[in-house]
């Protein structure tokens, strides 16, 4: 386990540097690509095999509604009352949602996540957002701390309680979570909201790795991995063109 957990810093931090020169709206879609949970499936399937992989890469995807209802819980609560009761309701949102998705029969969890994942972006809250004047490196250090969280939790939690726990643990939002409370306590409510906005846009591309691995991993093992990559940036390439950039000054 002690590779994984040192790989997904490590492609974490490569693609948390865009946050520095794009805002935080670019933060968030970064930070909600399945890069560290690509590596968990990684990890998961060495250590407990591809079946294991696929049924936690299957609970993640179903799960996808209750990472949209944080994002819009937590921007709606954040913008009116403060980053503490937006970070509180986002994650009990999450919690509830995800209790209720575990009762879905299955198929009608996938037509649930899509028609979630089209309402998101319409439901989070509209706020103007001036560029900021200094970028640190705090983002990339907790989100490469956030990338480890994931992929240790993922791991512990399928060989304790199954890979249906591990994929809801691995699906919650950490780094996003983490990225908005930096963005709030650096640059005021409005780029926490534009953060979670970001997380919200794309999610489509971690429910489409998710989708992918969920298939193809018993058939075709390591290499769904690959395949969920591909289709990842299939659906990245769509929803990159809606996120609202705002450039930064050059450190």
């Not at 709206?25 to 590596?39: C, I, R």
């Not at 705090?138 to 199954?162: D, E, K, M, Y």
């Amino acid at each position: 386990m002690l590779i994984p957990l040192l790989l997904a810093p490590a492609v974490m931090a490569a693609a948390t540097l865009m946050e520095r020169r794009l805002g935080p709206s670019a933060a968030g879609w970064a930070g909600a690509l399945p890069v560290a949970f690509a590596v968990a499936v990684i990890a998961v399937a060495a250590d407990a095999g591809p079946a294991t992989a696929a049924a936690m890469a299957f609970s993640a995807a179903v799960h996808v509604p209750a990472q949209v209802a944080l994002g819009t819980v937590f921007a709606h609560v954040l913008h009116r009352h403060g980053l503490l009761r937006g970070a509180v309701a986002g994650a009990f949102t999450y919690l509830a949602v995800a209790l209720i998705v575990e009762r879905v029969p299955p198929m009608l969890a996938v037509i649930v996540a899509v028609v979630v994942l089209w309402w998101g972006p319409r439901a989070m809250p509209s706020v103007p957002l001036r560029p900021a004047s200094d970028r640190h490196w705090s983002v990339t250090v907790l989100t490469c701390a956030g990338a480890a969280a994931i992929v240790a939790a993922a791991v512990l939690s399928s060989r304790l309680a199954g890979p249906g726990l591990a994929g809801a643990v691995a699906a919650f939002p950490t780094m996003c979570t983490m990225l908005t409370v930096v963005a709030v306590t650096r640059d005021g409510a409005a780029a926490g909201v534009h953060t979670l906005a970001g997380l919200v846009r794309s999610l489509p591309c971690y429910l489409a790795f998710c989708f992918t691995v969920a298939f193809a991993a018993p058939a075709a093992g390591l290499a769904s991995v690959g395949l969920g990559l591909v289709a990842c940036l299939a659906a990245a390439a769509l929803t990159w063109r809606r996120v609202p950039l705002v450039l930064q000054p050059a450190a």
